[in-house]
């Protein structure tokens, strides 16, 4: 996905989030690296990184949103999905994710008006790449 948004001679920043188990730690650690880059911001993040990405993106300049498989509405951490979020929002989730439930993506698109993409394919969605990465290029040319 990072040459698709360098193709677009667009710049790319990967937060490192190795070893960082609390996902308030890294959404404080993605705020300090993307208050560091000139904006506006287009997030992209998957399972958790998708839940951290959507909750750093009111507090950062961000324009878009792309989430694989993100893991709101897990049980026990409800209270800390995501909510109101002002960008456009896509989803892609795969129909037989065993991790995250595709029916909490299904919820969050539909409460919030985000668009959603279901793919065959689990949690990794590693057999959709080339989808994916169309799915980004079509978003970050204004489209979703």
């Known amino acids: 996905m990072a040459q698709v948004v360098r193709d677009l001679n667009l710049a790319v920043e990967s937060v490192d989030y190795r070893g960082m188990d609390d996902p308030m730690a890294r959404v404080e650690k993605l705020l300090d690296v993307g208050r560091r880059l000139a904006g506006p911001l287009a997030l992209v993040g998957s399972s958790m990184g998708g ?5 750093a993106a009111n507090r950062l300049e961000t324009a ?3 989430l694989l498989a993100p893991a709101f509405y897990m049980p026990g951490f409800e209270q800390y999905t995501p909510q109101d979020i002002g960008v456009p ?6 129909w037989h994710d065993d991790v995250v439930p595709v029916d909490n993506s299904i919820r ?12 065959h394919s689990g949690h990794r969605l590693d057999d959709q790449i080339e989808m994916i990465c169309w799915l980004l290029k079509k978003l970050l040319k204004g489209g979703t």
Request: aromatic share 8%; hydrophobic share 60%.
């Open 89 to 94: 929002t896509v989803i892609v989730h795969g």
């Open 64 to 66: 878009a949103l792309f």
């Open 51 to 55: 839940h951290v990405a959507a909750a």
């Open 108 to 119: 969050w698109a539909r409460e919030h008006g985000s668009t959603l993409h279901l793919l």
